[in-house]
């Protein structure tokens, strides 16, 4: 119930209707005519929160006892007294805080309490208004109780929300746990979760969508696939994208063999090459599928101290795959393959520490009985070929001069140019076999645990692979002939070697071996030392 201004509680009254009382002043018990009359027969405890002189109220908070009218016959602050100490602890009865209040009376004792405390607070011991008197010519036998109120110019609110009244004994206790909520008073108050939180949480939750959004779009792009006509051949060969951006990492350069690479490899077919398994098309590029080697590239077992170094029996067999693997790419196949990049670190190792030629990056063919064209120079520092520095073609004899080179790193355990050596390697297995220790030209790691007269056939051949003039290299197919066991190698004196040139007839048999240039092997040597300086302070 909402009443105004201020409010009664209970009012005993000798009618249901108080004659005369008006709803906008007097607390809706009476009027000016009768306020005070004895003839009211009203009594009342007044929760009063406005000042009125009239009245001689106390203050504007304040409980009463009243009878017949509205001045008090006993009032006091709104407050009640602690169990605790005894001490009055004031209220506000506009807090807005819930509050009980007992009213008792006794008519054997002539006496009236008035008590009033907080909703969860214990009726304390002690009232707060006591008054001693006898109620018997006001009360009569059958009397109305209720409550009461009334509007005024200054506005408040207050709310019953239980009542307990008994006679002749005393009455039940109010149970708190069932009594409603005080109503609301004013506007809402809106918590900061709905002010803030909330329009914080929608604008992440909209953002986190739109940059869902964005990255699928993204993402479908990223991993877009577009066939063309000629590919329709080539469908079951064709990987997804998105299946080697997972397999490879995201590209992480350690899950790749190299880059570039020839359209007709895929033709290519030899148990010493990195066999092509497919490929895949983005955005313009290329992407080659090789078979996977697990044991990675050749030079990791040579250089920087491996964990796990190849024995020499390893070592020879991988020497002589490549080999045969070279042959194939010269001579074997419908055209000519020049690789140009031979070296140990595009030597991949399979499972069984087989020897596979791979990344045809920089590789060129052309029909056999033609001559190459002339290109960039390109390949790797130290086994590029002096003729190709010098002219920009590729040919057979190119590739076994990388061979050569090749030969001599896997038997030696170097790199073909120490720059911070100041050692060519060419230079200086040359000069071993000059003072007659060629053997003491080998990896020092492979110890005692090798064969004298392979290690000797290999850093031999090596140097004679490595010769700065193309006519004085045997061909790949001799290579291997050699290599194999199947001819000798010329029994040549590095005494010899570097006092005439020498040339091979690139054809079956070997006995038209001759020397015809009168230039000196040292001189021959220099030349290749020259290049390979030139094209270090050039760069590549």
């Known amino acids: 119930m909402k009443v105004l201004e201020a409010m009664v509680l209970p009012v005993i009254a000798p009618t249901r209707g108080l004659p005369g009382a008006l709803p906008s002043q007097h607390l809706g018990l009476f009027d000016e005519n009768n306020n005070g009359n004895q003839t009211n027969r009203v009594v009342s405890v007044e929760l009063d929160t406005i000042y009125n002189s009239d009245f001689k109220d106390i203050n504007d908070n304040h409980v009463g006892i009243d009878i017949n009218g509205l001045v008090s016959e006993r009032s006091a602050p709104a407050g009640y007294y602690s169990q605790l100490n005894g001490k009055l602890t004031n209220l506000t009865l506009i807090s807005g805080h819930p509050m009980q209040v007992w009213m008792e009376h006794d008519s054997m004792e002539k006496q009236m309490n008035v008590t009033i405390a907080p909703i969860d607070v214990d009726k304390p011991s002690t009232p707060l208004l006591t008054l001693s008197r006898d109620l018997s010519p006001i009360l009569n036998s059958s009397m109305y109780i209720g409550f009461s109120s009334s509007t005024g110019s200054v506005f408040s609110s207050q709310y019953v929300l239980g009542w307990s009244f008994k006679m002749n004994d005393l009455a039940e206790a109010l ?48 991993f877009a696939e577009v066939l063309e006509d000629w590919e329709l051949d080539y469908g079951p060969h064709r990987f997804k994208f998105k299946d080697l951006y997972t397999a490879t990492k995201g590209f992480r350069d350690e899950e790749l063999l190299g880059s570039g690479g020839l359209i007709c ?68 196949w419908e055209q000519v393959v020049i690789h140009r990049d031979v070296k140990a670190s595009n030597v991949l190792l399979d499972g069984e520490l087989n020897g596979r030629l791979g990344d045809f990056g920089l590789a060129r063919l052309y029909d056999h009985g033609t001559d190459p064209q002339t290109t960039h120079v390109v390949g790797t520092l130290g086994y590029l070929a002096p003729e190709h520095a010098r002219t920009g073609k590729a040919t057979t004899s190119t590739d076994v001069f ?37 053997l003491e030209a080998r990896d020092p790691n492979l110890g005692t645990e090798y064969i004298a007269e392979e290690m000797e056939l290999v850093l031999k051949l090596g140097l004679m692979c490595s010769h700065s003039e193309p006519a004085a290299r045997p061909s790949i197919r001799q290579v ?51 290049v390979a300086e030139s094209l270090l302070s050039g760069g590549r």
């Open 265 to 332: 490899i895929g033709r290519l077919r030899h148990r010493n090459l990195v066999s092509l398994l497919g490929y895949c098309r983005r955005k313009g590029e290329l992407l080659l599928v090789y078979d996977y080697m697990p044991n990675g590239s050749l030079d990791k077992y040579l250089y920087d101290q491996p964990a796990v170094a190849l024995n020499w029996s390893q070592g020879f067999r991988v020497i002589k795959g490549v080999a045969s693997r070279l042959l194939y790419l010269h001579e074997e």
């Open 402 to 438: 990388a061979f050569g080179a090749f030969l001599l790193e896997v038997a030696s355990g170097r790199r073909p140019i120490q720059p911070t050596e100041d050692i060519i390697l060419v230079d200086w297995v040359f000069s071993r076999w000059l003072g007659g220790e060629i």
């Open 480 to 530: 291997v002939q050699f290599l194999e066991g199947n001819v000798p190698l010329p029994d040549i004196s590095p005494l010899r070697l570097s006092a005439s040139g020498q040339k091979f007839s690139h054809r079956e048999g070997f006995d038209e071996f001759a020397y015809t240039y009168p230039s000196s092997m040292d001189k021959a040597f220099a030349h290749s030392s020259s």
């Open 175 to 222: 149970n708190i746990s069932r009594l409603p909520k005080l109503p609301r008073v004013g506007p809402k108050k809106t918590s900061k979760f709905l002010t803030i939180g909330l329009p914080v949480l929608c604008l992440n939750l909209v953002l986190v969508a739109v940059s869902s959004i964005t990255y699928a779009i993204r993402r479908t792009r990223k």
